[in-house]
């Protein structure tokens, strides 16, 4: 073995435990909020006071909270299946459509990532009051849907991508319309990426802050109903066990739909027909707004 | 030499299948009404309320310069604009240098673990934001777990004020905040260099650090621009963290914005501001486009 070869081996464990400490960075802060809701005390500080569900109870029985979950969750569905919706139509125009319109399409769908959230906001707030119904669940249903659109356009376009062209070939030479074809064949193989773009799109929503801070009438989100609340110290140890039941519901949902992602990948992957314009990158299918 | 029949396949031309109307405009119509209604449309809206006199109702009135005006000759703004900018560079540079470390062992070292060390990192991409500022808050606190943890240890004997409420509070929240941002672009670039590369230099006897110097990083540039623009664009816009964590001494031009578009109630005035901040980030788009010509002539 080469001494580069040692070298570089040694270098690895030293990334290794680099790596170790990062997560340790990443994860240590936001754990806090779960260990502190099981505490004793309303101050969140060391040493822990002993163990308590107390904070929990108190979740119940809230109706402002519960008014707030409700609409989080009615404005996440129906702005997942916006983005949802607009992410399948827009990628496969991107990548069949075969026209300057469907690029321009899918570059503008991709733009809300270089536009910073309050702008986003403010131009929706104009948008919203022009055409006269104001700050409400439907603006921020049309906010939410700009801000998860690049998720669901990338992660569907990778998608596409990734299904031999040779499969749709064959379906247009068999006599199948366009619209067979998309539903018929492109849809199906594409369903577990579909079932993870909504996924993606509805937490984006579920978690979204600073966009539905300029959208919202009388009716707040979960975030908004957060935010409210962060001004009383006293009601701090609710926010902590609403934010860790928040996290723990974000946690399992994001978790399910990478691995739907990278399943629907793997399948793709499968039957391996000699197919040279597939790109390299969407193997991976790592997200990658860039990638123009 | 190779394979016939998918050398045939790559160079005939496809059958020419343009999609009839009904579907083309079946498929366009979601995405071209959510692309030039709510986004085109929306931010012209804005440009057009930037040039603008405030009159209290919706679209202002009369044609002005007053707003621009304002913005370049106050020099409040220029303070606000300059901090923004030196908060959200540095929150960049933090992100990308402590990111780019994790991209190489994801790329080079990770092995079996990739997969699960892959998802790791991009998990807190999709969890509350706002938690994750909130987060920093209970750490920062006065009576906070940082202050309590090193009383408790018996490094310090008081709590002390010094985290809360400094623009270097703003600075650590907003790094953790974004970190996941910045990996996977550095990992796509770093995972995509040829392997050969790597070899070769290594054949032509260059040691580990020359080989990282010359190949690897020159060849994972248009990754790192890439993460950075994706960490930059929304921390310079940010006003959430600022309020929660930053204090007086840290507004940035997003609490502006939003000031205007709340308690001041000045719109034309607030999307003006908007206008100057796509102006900056438009700038910035353009030198790491320049960048990336420069550096990434990968591909």
Redesign the interface.
Request: proline share 6%; net charge negative; with cysteine.
């Given at each position: 073995m080469?001494a580069?070869r040692i070298?570089?081996k040694k270098?690895?464990s030293w990334?290794?435990a680099?790596?170790l400490v990062?997560?340790v960075?990443?994860?240590l802060?936001?754990s806090?909020?779960p260990l502190?809701s099981f505490n004793a005390s309303i101050?969140?500080?060391?040493?822990l006071q002993g163990f308590t569900f107390e904070w929990y109870a108190t979740l119940f029985g809230n109706s402002a909270l519960s008014g707030a979950l409700a609409n989080s969750l009615v404005i996440g569905a129906i702005a997942a299946t916006?983005a949802t919706?607009?992410g399948i139509?827009?990628s496969?125009?991107d990548l069949?459509?075969?026209?300057p319109?469907?690029l321009?399409?899918?570059a503008?769908?991709r733009?809300?990532?270089?536009?910073?959230?309050?702008?986003v906001g403010?131009?929706?707030?104009?948008?919203v009051?022009?055409i006269g119904f104001g700050p409400s669940r439907i603006a921020i249903v049309?906010g939410h849907?700009?801000v998860a659109?690049p998720t669901t356009v990338v992660i569907m376009k990778s998608r596409f991508a990734a299904i031999p062209n040779?499969i749709r070939?064959a379906a247009?030479?068999l006599g199948a319309?366009?619209?067979t074809t998309?539903r018929r064949v492109m849809l199906p193989l594409s369903l577990p990426a579909i079932v993870s773009a909504f996924m993606?799109a509805f937490?984006?929503s579920f978690?979204?802050?600073?966009v539905a801070?300029?959208l919202a009438g009388t009716e707040p989100t979960l975030?908004l109903y957060?935010?409210s609340q962060?001004r009383f110290p006293k009601s701090?140890p609710t926010?902590?066990a609403l934010?860790t039941a928040?996290?723990a519901v974000?946690?399992v949902?994001?978790?399910i739909?990478?691995i739907l992602r990278?399943r629907g990948l793997a399948a793709a992957q499968r039957p391996v027909p000699?197919d040279?314009?597939k790109p390299?990158?969407t193997e991976?299918g790592?997200?990658?707004?860039?990638s123009t | 030499m190779g394979?016939p029949?998918?050398t045939i396949?790559?160079t005939q031309p496809?059958?020419e299948?343009?999609?009839?109307p009904g579907?083309?405009l079946a498929?366009?119509?979601?995405?071209?009404l959510?692309?030039?209604f709510?986004?085109?449309?929306?931010?012209g809206?804005?440009l057009f309320?930037a040039f603008r006199g405030n009159d209290g109702s919706?679209?202002g009135a009369g044609f002005t310069f007053a707003n621009f005006t304002t913005v370049a000759s106050d020099p409040l703004y220029w303070t606000v604009t300059l901090r923004s900018l030196a908060i959200a560079g540095l929150v960049t540079l933090a992100t990308v240098v402590?990111a780019y470390?994790?991209a190489?062992?994801l790329a080079?070292?990770a092995g079996r673990r990739r997969?699960l060390?892959?998802?790791?990192?991009?998990?807190?991409?999709?969890?509350?934001?706002?938690?994750?500022v909130?987060?920093?808050?209970?750490?920062l606190?006065y009576?906070?777990?940082l202050?309590?943890?090193l009383i408790?240890s018996g490094i310090w004997s008081e709590p002390t004020l010094a985290f809360l409420n400094t623009p270097a509070a703003v600075v650590v929240t907003l790094a953790?905040a974004y970190?996941?941002f910045a990996i996977?672009?550095i990992?796509?670039a770093l995972?995509?260099i040829p392997k050969s590369l790597l070899e070769a230099a290594?054949d032509l006897g260059a040691?580990?650090f020359t080989s990282f110097r010359r190949v690897v990083l020159p060849n994972s540039m248009?990754g790192v621009l890439?993460a950075a623009?994706?960490v930059f664009?929304?921390t310079?816009?940010?006003?959430?963290t600022p309020a929660?964590v930053g204090g007086p001494a840290s507004t940035m031009i997003?609490t502006l914005?939003?000031a205007q578009?709340g308690k001041a109630n000045d719109?034309p005035f607030?999307?003006a501001l908007?206008v100057a901040?796509?102006l900056v980030?438009l700038a910035v788009?353009l030198v790491v486009r320049f960048a990336d010509r420069r550096f990434g002539s990968r591909t």
């Open positions: 080469s580069a070298d570089a270098g690895g990334l290794g680099y790596v990062y997560l960075f990443l994860y802060p936001v806090l909020i502190f101050q969140a500080a060391f040493p916006g919706l607009c139509t827009v496969y125009m069949y459509g075969r026209s319109l469907a321009t399409i899918s503008i769908a733009l809300p990532i270089l536009i910073p959230g309050v702008i403010i131009s929706l707030l104009i948008l009051n022009l049309l849907i700009l659109l040779t070939e247009l030479d319309s366009d619209w998309f993606l937490l984006t978690d979204e802050f600073i801070f300029f975030p957060i935010w962060l701090l926010v902590m934010g928040i996290l974000s946690f949902i994001a978790a739909a990478e990278h000699a040279l314009s390299e990158e991976r790592e997200l990658q707004w860039h | 394979n029949m998918s396949v790559a496809l059958p299948s343009r999609f009839s579907f083309r498929m366009l119509l979601p995405g071209g959510v692309t030039f709510l986004i085109l449309f929306a931010l809206l804005v309320l919706l679209l402590t470390p994790v190489c062992y080079f070292h997969g060390l892959l998802f790791l990192v991009t998990l807190p991409f999709w969890t509350s934001y706002l938690l994750r909130f987060a920093w808050k209970i750490v606190a009576n906070g777990v202050n309590s943890a408790e953790h970190a996941p996977l672009p990992y796509v995972d995509t290594s040691r580990p248009p890439a623009l994706v664009v929304p310079v816009g940010d006003y959430v929660l997003g914005i939003q578009f719109w607030g999307a908007a901040v796509m980030i788009v």
